[in-house]
């Protein structure tokens, strides 16, 4: 125990204050608690920060985008589906409470199927591969054309999103068939519409080309006019009326036949036909530039005559609006001095009938019955004028 300090003059201990004893680990702890205060502050303001500038983002001219908030679509000033409008920024909350989904709507998508294509690939058939041997069933791919011909073709279909919601959240089954066929480390981005749009080609493909018979399809297939309406014409509308029933989301461009050819085992004999073909193509291409030909010459000459007649109806009208302008004139002096008017007339006739002549006699006859002639030997001095 401690001892109080005695007070000798009155006899009685002093009680002095009591001061604590310095503690240096709770020291420690007060400013270690301090500094974690002032670090969570700190952090505080980062993580503020931090929601606040790395929620924002923007959408490229290029690309729509879509906010998911815990996995659940939601709308941004009153739009689903964001676009750049110009450059304006958008913001979202960090993940995973939400998720930007963005899209290249504008970049246009090419899907090519080869199930009718037998298993050699197109590039050796190209380079002069093509096996000579039998059809096999199951394993080669081919499609029958209206007259029960088999035919090996290639086609391609171009889309490009048109309902990026449709596309993204639709096909849910599609997507997950890609899923598992998929290997690792394979992306699946838009594999699902993918899938969809070469069933889709695929079966259209199956149903027109079951129409035509093969003489068409070679004609069609060479540029040709085999048949009213091109085939790749006919594949394409199929292929946009299944899409739209389905609502895809997508839109196609084109429908293409990249390449098509008969079974090995007859190919000689479909080469004769694709010969045939050419030269009645290449017969009826000259004909129609004969055509044209003609057409353009007759188109020429019509403007030609339509030319001279509208000149000679101009020249017409303007002689005989001179004629009648002169017999206005002449018909004026006649009713003024006929006697007159009559003889000017009779002289101006007769100088320019005597003008004609290279040679004149003139018969004079007198008062007392005598005959004279006269003679004008050489050309008068103005028509001699003409004549040099």
């Known amino acids: 125990m401690s001892e109080q300090p005695h007070n000798e003059s009155t006899g009685e201990h002093q009680e002095q204050p009591l001061v604590p004893e310095t503690n240096t680990g709770l020291q420690y702890l007060l400013r270690t608690l301090h500094v974690l ?20 983002f923007y959408v490229k001219e290029d690309e729509k985008a879509m906010l998911f908030r815990f996995g659940k679509l939601v709308s941004k000033d009153g739009q689903k589906v964001l676009s ?12 995973p409470i939400d998720e930007v989904v963005k899209v290249k ?18 590039e050796a058939a190209t380079a002069g591969g093509s096996n000579k041997g039998a059809l096999q069933v ?29 596309y993204y959240l639709g096909f849910k089954g599609a997507k997950s068939r890609v899923k598992r066929q998929a290997g690792p480390g394979q992306s699946t981005e838009g594999a699902g519409v993918k899938a969809v749009v070469e069933d889709v080609l695929g079966n259209a493909v199956i149903k027109e080309v079951g129409r035509w018979p093969v003489k068409d399809v070679i004609l069609t297939s060479q540029g040709g006019q085999g048949s009213p309406e091109a085939l790749a014409g006919a594949v394409e509308r199929r292929v946009k009326r299944q899409l739209a029933d389905i609502d895809a989301g997508v839109e196609i ?19 004769e036909i694709n010969r045939a073909a050419q030269a009645n ?18 188109k020429a000459r019509k403007s030609e005559i339509l030319a001279e007649a509208r000149a000679y109806k101009t020249r017409t009208l303007e002689s005989v609006k001179a004629e009648a302008d002169y017999f206005q004139d002449i018909l004026e002096k006649y009713n003024k001095r006929p006697q007159t008017t009559l003889i000017a007339l009779y002289t101006d006739t007769l100088r320019r009938v005597l003008q004609q002549t290279e040679s004149e006699y003139v018969i004079h006859t007198r008062q007392t019955g005598e005959q004279e002639v006269r003679l004008r030997l050489g050309p008068p001095a103005a028509r001699q004028k003409e004549s040099e």
Do not use: C
């Open 253 to 271: 461009q084109s429908i293409s036949l990249r390449e098509w050819r008969p079974p090995a085992a007859v190919d000689d004999a479909f080469s």
């Open 138 to 166: 199951g394993q080669d791919g081919y499609v029958l054309t209206g007259d029960a011909n088999i035919v090996h073709m290639v086609w391609s279909a171009t889309y490009q999103i048109s309902d990026l919601k449709q």
């Open 105 to 122: 709507t504008e970049q246009p998508v090419t899907v090519t199927t080869e199930h009718f294509w037998p298993q050699e690939k197109p």
């Open 281 to 298: 193509q290449r017969l009826l291409d000259q004909a129609g530039q004969y055509k044209e030909e003609k057409l353009a010459a007759a």
């Open 84 to 95: 750049s409008e110009k450059g304006r920024l958008y913001w979202a909350w960090p993940y």
């Open 37 to 56: 205060f002032v670090g969570l502050r700190v952090l505080i303001v980062v993580v503020i920060i931090w929601v606040l500038l790395g929620g924002i």
